[in-house]
Structure formats: C-alpha cells, structure tokens
C-alpha cells in the first residue's frame, strides 16, 4: 500500500490520541489543543454549506446549546469549503431562520483536517467530508466516533446521550446499558476474583441478575 492509499484510507480510533491541527475557522485561527483547554470536544464534519441536510444538523446543535455547556463540551464543525462560503451561509441561516451558528466552523478547502480524521471515503465522496462525529476528552483522547452518510441526518439526542454517558462512566467508574440515559440505573463491574464474586453474590445493596450483572442507582444532578 503507498503513501497515498494510506493516507485515504487512514481513521483515528477509539482510545487514539485526537490529531492536533491548526485550523482557520469562523471566529478565527482555532488549533485543537489549545480551544479544548481541559473540555470536551465534540468535532464534527459536514459535507457541504447552502444544503438542506446540513443545515438542520448545525441547527440542531446550535439549538442545544445549554445541554454541551452544561457537559461542559465545546463544539467544532466542518466541511471542505472556503470561509467566504462559510460566513455566507452562517449569516443566511441567521436571516431566514434566526438561528446563528457561533461555534467555530473549519474552513477545510486544502482538506488537511478531513484527512487527519478519515473524514473522506472515497466511496462515498473523494470531496466532501461524510459526517463524522467524534467525542474528544480533556486529555485530548477520542472515545466515541459515529459516522453517517451524506443523506442521513445524525441523531442530537444520541449524541447528548452517549456524551453523558461517557462522562458518567468516567466519573463513576460504571458502564451504562442499552438505551441508558440520565437517571437510569448503572451496571457495575463484575467480579474479577472468587472472593469479589462471593462478596457479589451476598451483597443486597444492588440489583443483581446474577453475579456478573448487576445494578444500581446513582444520584445524578
């Protein structure tokens, strides 16, 4: 495989460190290290302005603004299109709609960081960026990654659960069942030892199915 098939085909993983760059966006020149400062960071692309997909999805997040501020979660958009394109659409979308986009959006054109996160997919497009979402954490470690197709929409509600998620996971040291969200119980890890699995199997402080799964509720603000 050459240089260049490597790097079409390149993907950060889950558990990878998050790729800096350096990047000009709409507020301004934005590198990845410094605007996360000890936050999360959701970076997410999008394949192209003026497109009626896109423009609900960045509409969507700017909508749920006070959800990432509380999670405590900066926001970084992007799509392989110059800056003129994407002020234009930024100040459209506020003059028809009133919703005004003041996350920073990268101005991808030279497609430097789509490259760096597997954003292109020749299969899908060769130039434009699917959409990618990737869920960044204080120590600049990608933990979750979703993409979707250029024609499907992504789910905001998702999103801010699996983000709420991994923080509490975090924080807690728990894993969070299928369809977990805010306020349900918590799955806590399973013995590793005989003595931890009888400890296990005689403590009534948790709901158990049985000795390796096992709940409980946690007292979440």
Not at 73 to 97: F, M, P, Q, Y
Request: proline share 6%; aromatic share 10%.
């Amino acid at each position: 495989m050459d240089t260049q098939e490597i790097e079409k085909t390149f993907i950060p993983r889950i558990g990878d460190n998050a790729p800096d760059f350096d990047a000009i966006t709409t507020p301004g020149k934005l590198k990845l290290s410094d605007y996360a400062g000890g936050k999360w960071v959701i970076l997410f692309s999008h394949p192209a302005d003026f497109t009626p997909v896109c423009t609900t999805e960045l509409t969507g997040f700017t909508e749920r603004k006070k959800d990432f501020e509380k999670l405590d979660t900066k926001l970084i958009g992007l799509s392989i299109d110059s800056i003129h394109s994407h002020l234009a659409w930024v100040n459209n979308v506020r003059e028809k709609t009133g919703v005004y986009f003041e996350f920073p959006i990268i101005a991808d054109i030279d497609m430097k960081v789509a490259k760096l996160y597997g954003m292109l997919q020749p299969n899908e497009s060769e130039t434009a960026a699917v959409r990618a979402v990737f869920f960044i954490d204080p120590y600049l470690r990608i933990r979750l990654i979703m993409y979707y197709p250029l024609n499907v929409g992504r789910n905001m509600d998702e999103i801010i659960r699996a983000l709420t998620a991994l923080q509490v996971s975090d924080e807690h040291k728990v894993a969070l069942p299928l369809n977990w969200k805010k306020g349900d119980k918590v799955i806590v890890p399973p013995p590793k030892t005989l003595q931890q699995m009888e400890e296990r199997i005689n403590d009534d402080s948790c709901e158990k199915v049985d000795f390796y799964l096992a709940k409980k509720e946690l007292n979440l603000n």
